[in-house]
């Protein structure tokens, strides 16, 4: 255990000496979600909110809870495929060559890369958020606690489905159609900017595939009706999507480093 | 002490012809019953041209290839059966500028590669300012590399390549690009890490000075097959390439030329003389080299040696005979065993 969470360590260290070596960095993870978020508000703001699916709001503010519940968790899966496709340029730099090399845990590699990715990210996106939440509910007091748990449901679901996007990138150099795969059908089928329950039953299915989708069903009963038995039926859908992400990735990555020992392929790009 | 039998690795190569084309599945033989051993402290030389099979024989041997046929151990740690554990035990530095991080500084460099190795954090810091120290960046050890001079970037590969203080080091090309002191400077660190450290090392090159300088055995690899080994020296000798002897004498007598002459059939040298206006010069050329003889029939002449210079074989044109073909080896491409033969001195 102590190893892994070494590696993890050093894997997120990396990460952060790695990419983030200017304030201008933390700035474009600021404004890029913000302007995202308030593009998706103003395109809504035109139209009578009290039909349609929006009616079963009770204020503006819980649309904008809604939003921006769905902009967080959006960015923390998104982010992690971006991260992931830049696998590729370790692949051009050797080093993920040289990390095989070593003997070290790959499962910790691979959560690690996700993790450090995660955090880095959506940070200062995540002060923003909590800044808007408090500032437009008045939380009370005692409801103060789903904010760090909406975090840790969101983090941990967008690590399981990092460590899934690292390991495809890890088997192929050509997985970065996912990007377009992954990217605007999460936003458009998880629920980012409109509920789930307005879905035809294909696009539900469609939805049923990512885990961000439930992560949401924790999230915002959580965060806007201050709700906890509402967000249980999201749990046991998350565990049991992000069991099955685990179990997937886990497969892949002895696949992937089986396939690499066979072809030599790591340094393939 | 590692052993390697009859590795042998196969490629297959999907091929499509087109978009839609059927795919058509191509198998390249990269490496073709390669045999080594090394023992600790010693430097063993892997030499063959562009695409030989050292690159794939040394990926092999460090456990990010799985051989398709074939055996090897370190230390008597099955390599096939626990690839991980022989990852412990040794480590590969590559010529070039990749394989570091180049936003990061050397120490951090080396803080991410050694924490893989689940060095303890005590030992940690220790062990990376020694690192530093041997490969002389202890005073750029905190900026980022993307700043680094080639040579600087290639000693903190060797630093790298020594993190997990393994017992087998494999240098693939490790002095490619780099200028000629640098690359003196990286032969006594090698050196230095054979003979003081104990770590037994395969080095894989393209200069053949390095290889004649550093390597206590050498293997030839060409087309996946070794065929050729022996000391450096013995290689140089063994494809049958003459020593040839230039020497100035003040004259040249009937008796002498007589000798010289009986020497060249017995050993079936190649002989000409030149005269010049003020000496006569003698040049034999023979497998062997003649030059005592020559020199007792000269000296027991009375005959004064006015100038001597001695060519002897050499590696590089032993291995582009060995490599490129040449009338006094026999080439069979299909068979490795009928094309493979051991030096002898």
Redesign the interface.
Known sequence: MK?IF??V??EV??QH??SF?SYGVYFTLLIWPIVVFFNAYYSYKPFNLSQGPWNTFASQEDIIMFLITGFLGYISFKSLLQSAFYMGHER????L????????NRIA?IYGRAFGALIENIWMFSVFCVFVTVWIRRIPVESLIYIPISFIVLIVSAAVWGGLMNVIFLFSRDASFLMAVFDEPMILFSGVRMPTFVFPIWAKIISALFPLTYALMIVRPLLIEGSLSASLQGIYKLLISLLLIVSLTLWLLKKAEKN?????N?VFY | MLIANNLCKV??LKERKGLFGPKTLKEIMAVNDVSLEIKPGQIIGLLGINGAGKT?TI?ML?????PTSGSFSINGIDGIRY???I??IV??I?GGE???????TAR?NL???A????LP?HKLNDSIDELLELVDLKEAADMPVERYSKGMKQRLQIA?GLV?DPKFLFLDEPTLGLDVAIAKELRNHVRHLAEKRNKGILLTTHYITEAEELCDWIYVIDKGCIIATGTPSELAYSTKMNTNILVSIPELTSGVKKEIYEIAKVHQAKIEFQENTTDVSVSISAQENLTGQLAHILTSNGLPILHLKIIEPRLEDALIQLSYGGDSIERNISNCESRSYKATS
């Open positions: 190893e070494q590696i360590r050093a260290i990396k000496r790695n070596h051009i730099n050797g080093t060559e040289t990390i095989f090399l070593t003997p070290a590699i690499a020992r066979k072809n030599g790591f | 490629y297959q794939t990926k460090s456990a990010l290839l799985e690839p991980q554990e990852k412990r480590n590969v590559t990749r394989n570091i991080y180049w936003r990061l951090e803080e991410y590669f924490s893989l190795y689940n954090r790298r997990n």
